[in-house]
Nanobody, 122 residues
C-alpha cells in the first residue's frame, strides 16, 4: 500500500519561498496524477495544484497562480510544490494525494499524506 509523506513546511515571511515535497513509499507514483491540497483553519479544502502522470501537465488554483510550480521526479518517487512570494493567506496545512488515474481531471484522490503546516507571518 502506498504511503505519502510530506515535508518542507515551516514558517516563512511574506514574500519568501518554500518547497514542499511529497514522497511515496510502498509503491510508485509513476502512473498516477498527484495533487497538492491545503486547508486553513477557517476555510474548506482547496486544490492548490495537480500534475498528471502522462505528460506532466500541471494545473493550478487561481489563488496561487504564477507563484507556484508543481513538478515531479519519478526517479525519487517525489512530487514537489515550490511556492514563491508567499502571502499570509497561504498559511494552511498542505497535503498531497495520489490520484487513481494518470490525469488530474479523471482522478479520485483517496491516498493522502498526513500534511505539513505552512505558516506565513512576519
Amino acid at each position: 500500500q502506498v504511503q505519502l509523506l510530506e515535508s518542507g513546511g515551516g514558517v516563512a515571511q511574506p514574500g519568501g519561498s518554500l518547497r514542499l515535497s511529497c514522497t511515496a513509499s510502498g509503491g510508485t507514483l509513476d502512473y498516477s496524477a498527484v495533487a497538492w491540497f491545503r486547508q486553513a483553519s477557517v476555510n474548506g479544502r482547496e486544490t492548490v495544484a495537480c500534475i498528471s502522470a502522462s505528460n506532466g501537465i500541471a494545473t493550478y488554483s487561481p489563488s496561487v497562480g504564477d507563484r507556484t510550480v508543481i513538478s515531479r521526479d519519478n526517479s525519487k518517487n517525489t512530487v514537489y510544490l515550490q511556492m514563491y512570494n508567499l502571502k499570509s493567506e497561504d498559511t494552511a496545512v498542505y497535503s498531497c494525494a495520489m490520484g487513481s488515474d494518470r490525469e488530474c481531471t479523471s482522478s479520485d484522490f483517496q491516498t493522502w499524506g498526513q500534511g505539513t503546516q505552512v505558516s506565513v507571518s512576519l
